[in-house]
């Protein structure tokens, strides 16, 4: 929604059976005989049945699809528009999805008319044109929630203010972003409270946020400033970078 896609409500069923779909005993109507298989058939139907009152239509679904062997949560996101690369567009839109949801490392492979999606050997979506100027992309969200580690932690609000500091560096090669995480907290600076990628271009430029907090003392800007300083020399003697 925050990058301008409408989310749209479809019906469960479609006309043409997917692969491994499942047939309605009583279906509600002879163009709905099957259970849907992937969200693909109402999105291209939205983007069919707006594109008669808007000339750029970028529209989501989130909904279970169902197969005989079970049913999965699925994303889909849907472009149409005149001029321009939507599939370039909407692969824009993925990627700030995924690292928006703290996922930075995953693969592209190519397919025809668009890129598969993958973590390591499991495949949670794809991309792929379906006109010119039109676009849909799949998330297999039961596939992709497992890959995205929440943090959960509880604990008394705090008495004294926290100080954030960013920093942003660009590697000199491609660096995982756990490696970097890992690295800030093996400095052991003290009052770190949380560390958190806030910005991210591609696998050589980062942004993080540090921020800092007592549960003792309100802390001074030199305080947090020396220790801030321990965390960049620590990085700038470990890896090859500059601090943007």
Not at 7 to 22: D, I, L, M, R, T
Not at 75 to 84: R, T
Not at 125 to 150: R, T
Request: charged letters at 25%.
């Amino acid at each position: 929604i925050h990058i301008g896609y409408d989310e749209v409500y479809s019906y469960s069923f479609v006309p043409e059976p997917g692969k491994n779909a499942c047939e309605l005993e009583n279906p509600i109507a002879s163009n709905k005989r099957y259970m849907r298989t992937n969200l693909e058939y109402w999105l291209k139907n939205s983007l069919k049945q707006n594109a008669r009152f808007f000339g750029v239509i970028r529209v989501f679904e989130i909904g279970n699809v169902y197969t005989k062997f079970g049913e999965e949560l699925h994303l889909g996101m849907a472009l149409k528009k005149k001029g321009g690369d939507v599939i370039l567009e909407l692969k824009g839109a993925v990627e700030q999805l995924l690292h928006g949801s703290g996922l930075v490392t995953f693969s592209e492979k190519p397919i025809e008319s668009g890129v598969e999606l993958y973590v390591n050997k499991t495949t949670i979506g794809s991309i792929k044109a379906i006109d010119k100027g039109s676009a849909i992309a799949e998330i297999n969200l039961h596939a992709l929630l497992p890959l995205i580690k929440g943090e959960y932690e509880f604990e008394p609000i705090p008495k004294y203010p926290a100080i954030m500091r960013d920093i942003s560096i660009e590697m000199s090669e491609n660096t995982p972003v756990s490696d970097i995480l890992s690295a800030i907290l093996l400095v052991k600076a003290k009052y770190i409270q949380d560390v958190d990628l806030i910005d991210y271009y591609d696998q050589r430029h980062f942004t993080f946020r540090i921020v800092f907090q007592s549960n003792k003392k309100t802390l001074s800007d030199d305080v947090v400033n020396r220790e801030f300083d321990k965390i960049v020399k620590f990085l700038q003697n470990k890896f090859v970078l500059k601090v943007r």
